[in-house]
């Protein structure tokens, strides 16, 4: 299967700050990048689409000024999490596509745990 | 918007038992509905997908079914083993050609598997 790494895997942080997870794809050019969150107990929400090379869009309810995303290259896409607050603690999971159809499935990232104290 | 509701939301069986897990989408345009089993703390993995022009679809002792019309799917799994103890969540989403489309997944259901 396809080979998604992210970066951190967790993370603690003080309320106010801001957080950058990346995600790689490592062997396929992921044109597409999802962004999911899943807070504790719960299910996996879409927060964001980005193209590469195109701005996101974003889901309802998710600020696009604090959840910036940037997907400026086939195997990267950051996510970074402006000015967090513990409301924003939650698991973040990256799903890469391609158009390529290099596979038939549609893989996840490994997650990053961001703890907001 | 695609809305995927889950049922149960919890399910408790006797190792050997059969599990069912119930889905239903909102949205006709959807055409690929995976299922996915999740441990604690780490990502989805895929155990199973069905695409909608197929109704049924097994791997050894999982198997999906689609019912289009009242657009409702389901996960069976047979002979259950502890290690099937998870966290399992169905999802509606697109695959269309070469590229696939954003998830919507189901609430999820916590399967507990009693040795």
């Known amino acids: 299967g396809a080979v998604v790494s992210q970066h951190p895997s967790w993370v603690i942080c003080k309320s106010g700050t801001s957080v950058k997870i990346e995600c790689r794809s490592l062997?396929?050019?992921?044109?597409?990048m999802f962004w999911y969150r899943q807070f504790p107990k719960q299910s996996l929400m879409l927060m964001a689409t980005?193209?590469?090379?195109?701005?996101?869009?974003?889901e309802q309810g998710v600020e696009k000024d604090k959840f910036l995303i940037n997907h400026a290259s086939l195997t990267l896409s950051t996510l970074t999490v402006t000015s967090a607050h513990p409301e924003d603690s939650s698991f973040y999971i990256c799903s890469p596509a391609s158009r390529t159809g290099a596979y038939n499935e549609q893989f996840f990232g490994p997650g990053t745990r961001l703890t907001v104290l | 918007g695609e809305n995927v509701e889950q049922h149960p939301s919890t399910l408790s069986v006797q190792e050997g038992d059969s599990a069912v897990i119930k889905c239903t989408y909102s949205?006709?345009?959807?055409?690929?509905f995976p299922w996915y089993k999740q441990e604690l703390g780490k990502r989805p993995q895929l155990i199973i997908d069905?695409?909608?022009?197929?109704g049924e679809k097994k791997d050894q002792r999982i198997a999906v079914t689609l019912n289009k019309t009242a657009k409702h799917f389901s996960l069976h799994i047979t002979e259950t083993q502890p290690e099937d103890s998870a966290v399992y969540f169905c999802?509606?989403?697109?695959?269309?050609?070469?590229?696939?489309?954003?998830?919507?997944f189901g609430q999820g259901t916590i399967l507990t598997v009693h040795p």
């Open positions: 999802a509606a989403g697109s695959a269309g050609g070469t590229s696939y489309g954003k998830l919507t």
């Open positions: 069905i695409r909608s022009n197929v």
């Open positions: 062997d396929f050019q992921a044109t597409t």
């Open positions: 980005s193209n590469e090379g195109s701005k996101a869009t974003y």
């Open positions: 949205d006709s345009a959807s055409n690929y």
